[in-house]
């Protein structure tokens, strides 16, 4: 399956800065990646699906400004937060469709955010 | 009709047991069906997966069950160990590859 990095994997910033997390496809050239946040003893819940070279689609309820999608390139997607408030904290986990079995998706080891 | 729903909650099973947990689902248009491990703060990794066409589908020790009449799923792990301690999410897909993830299921396997 695809190997996925994201960077960094745990970062700290106060209320009101921005934070960029980046996605990486390692092995594995994706024009579409997608973006989850996962609060604590939650599920995954899908943000946006990230595609190479136009603008992301957003799923219900996200906002689009606050979250900023942004895919350079067919081995790398950006998630940034900005003006981060503590309710921004969460597990931010991307993923790659693979190129095997139908939908499989493989995911990234995810970034710890905490907003204080 | 987007909604997985998964169960148990939590699960407790002896080392060696069979540990099973149980998905359902509304959306017919779902024909894409993976279960994933996470352990904690590690992102969620492929177990295994199914497609509606077959009805069991085994890799090692998981084994998936599919009822498409019933539509519902679940994981049987067999000769449960210790190491498979985690937290376990179905999911399904249709068109487009987005995932829809259950709830959830935290396994203990007692030694």
């Known amino acids: 399956g695809a190997v996925v990095s994201q960077h960094p994997s745990r970062v700290i910033c106060k209320s009101g800065t921005s934070v960029k997390i980046e996605c990486r496809s390692l092995?594995?050239?994706?024009?579409?990646m997608f973006w989850y946040r996962q609060f604590p003893k939650q599920s995954l819940m899908l943000m946006a699906t990230?595609?190479?070279?136009?603008?992301?689609?957003?799923e219900q309820g996200v906002e689009k400004d606050k979250f900023l999608i942004n895919h350079a390139s067919l081995t790398l997607s950006t998630l940034t937060v900005t003006s981060a408030h503590p309710e921004d904290s969460s597990f931010y986990i991307c993923?790659?469709?693979?190129?095997?079995?139908?939908?499989?998706?493989?995911f990234g080891p995810g970034t710890r955010l905490t907003v204080l | 009709q987007q909604q997985v729903k998964q169960s148990p909650q939590s699960l407790i099973v002896q080392k060696g047991g069979i540990s099973i947990i149980n998905c359902a689902y509304e959306?017919?248009?779902?024909?894409?069906f993976p279960w994933y491990q996470q352990f904690p703060g590690k992102g969620p990794a492929l177990l295994i997966a199914?497609?509606?066409?077959?009805s069991e589908k085994k890799e090692g020790r998981f084994t998936i069950s599919f009822n498409k009449s019933a539509k519902q799923f679940s994981l049987h792990i067999m000769d449960s160990q210790p190491g498979d301690s985690a937290t376990y999410f179905c999911?399904?897909?249709?068109?487009?590859?987005?995932?829809?993830f259950g709830a959830g299921t935290i396994l203990r396997v007692k030694s």
């Open positions: 092995d594995f050239q994706a024009t579409t």
């Open positions: 993923s790659v469709p693979g190129s095997g079995f139908g939908d499989t998706q493989y």
């Open positions: 199914i497609r509606p066409d077959v």
């Open positions: 999911a399904a897909s249709g068109y487009g590859n987005k995932l829809v």
């Open positions: 959306n017919t248009a779902f024909d894409y």
């Open positions: 990230s595609n190479e070279g136009s603008k992301a689609t957003y």
